[in-house]
C-alpha cells in the first residue's frame, strides 16, 4: 500500500466526492477534499487497485507530491472541521491516558507526568550530590532511585513506590504519547 495525492477540476458539480468514481475501494481509502475552484485527493492503495482506480475516473486526474496535496488540502473547510475535530479526540485520549508499572496504574495525562518531572528532577539532583560527595554511581542509584516516596495512583490511593517506578512510568507515558501523536497524524 502507497498513498498516491492528485489533484482534478470538474465543473459538473460543487461536491468533490460526486466526482469521483471509487470502484470497489474502501471510502476509507479515498479522501476527498474542495479548495476553492480546485478539488484534492488521496488514494491509499496497492498498484493495482490504483491504476483499477484511476482508469474508472470520469474526469482528469493530475498527480501531484504530497506537499501540494497538504496546501490545497489545508485551505479546504471540510478539512479544516475534520482536524479540528481530529485534534479533540487526540487531545482526549492524551488527556485519558495510563500506564502501568509494577501493578501500579499511573495517570499519564501531561498534567500527571509533570508533576512526575519534579520528583525525576530533584532525584537527579540528589544522584548528581552523592556522586559528587563520593558515593560510586551504584551506591548513588540506591540511595535515590530506589527509596520509596508516597504517590497516588489513578485509583486515587496513595501507594508508596521507588523513584525508580517513577521513572519508569514516565518513559512509558512518553511512549503513549508518541504512539498516540503518530495515530492522529
Sequence with gaps: MSKRYYRFNDLKTDDAVLSLVFHNIDNEKIKVYKADDVKVCSIDADTAEHDTWLAAQLVDMTEI????????????????????????????????????VNTI???????????????????????????????????????????????????????????????KAQEAAINNMRVVWEKYE
Design 65 to 100: 507530491t504530497f506537499d501540494e496535496f497538504f496546501v490545497l488540502r489545508s485551505q479546504s473547510k471540510s478539512w479544516q472541521l475534520e482536524w479540528q475535530f481530529t485534534k479533540e479526540l487526540r487531545q482526549k485520549e492524551l488527556d485519558d491516558a495510563a500506564v502501568a
Design 105 to 167: 496504574e499511573y495517570d499519564a495525562n501531561e498534567s500527571a507526568m509533570d508533576r512526575v518531572d519534579r520528583i525525576l528532577t530533584l532525584a537527579g539532583w540528589k544522584f548528581n550530590q552523592a556522586l559528587a560527595t563520593g558515593a560510586t554511581a551504584a551506591e548513588a542509584y540506591e540511595a535515590v532511585y530506589k527509596i520509596t516516596v508516597p504517590w497516588k495512583g489513578r485509583d486515587n490511593e496513595f501507594h508508596d513506590v521507588q523513584i525508580e517506578s517513577l521513572a
